[in-house]
Nanobody, 125 residues
Framework: QVQLVESGGGLVQDGGSLRLSCAAS????????VGWFRQALGTEREFVAG????????YYADSVKGRFTISRDTVKNTQYLQMDSLKPEDTAVYYC??????????????????WGQGTQVTVSS
């Protein structure tokens, strides 16, 4: 069983930055694919970015490429989502999710077995 805890959300102005963290307890992220999703009010949850923990390969949604960066700290067993040049349309609840191994459907919510509780990100214009 993997328990995920996100942190780092908050209120930021247009063009600002935030860093989200996803910490795992219960086991390490080794062998897992860890993704970030977001859900704005009244919309479906959408894929933002993800990383194969062992290889470090990263994947990004087109809407965040060049602005968001995933990284990991293997000692702390924590994944980070650095969000720069934030826009009002990035406002959403952000969720960390994990699944065993890589899947070509990493962008689908149904591919993931474990979810965090979510953290609110609000970008003001």
């Amino acid at each position: 069983q993997v328990q995920l805890v996100e942190s780092g959300g908050g209120l930021v102005q247009d063009g600002g930055s935030l860093r989200l963290s996803c910490a795992a307890s219960g086991r390490t992220f080794s062998g897992y694919f860890v993704g970030w999703f977001r859900q704005a009010l009244g919309t479906e949850r959408e894929f933002v970015a993800g990383m194969s923990w062992n290889s470090g390969n990263t994947y990004y949604a087109d809407s965040v490429k060049g602005r968001f960066t995933i990284s990991r700290d293997t000692v702390k067993n924590t994944q980070y989502l650095q969000m720069d040049s934030l826009k009002p349309e990035d406002t959403a609840v952000y969720y960390c999710a994990a699944r065993r191994g890589f899947s070509g459907s990493y962008y689908r919510t149904s591919s993931y077995s474990y979810w965090g509780q979510g953290t609110q990100v609000t970008v003001s214009s």
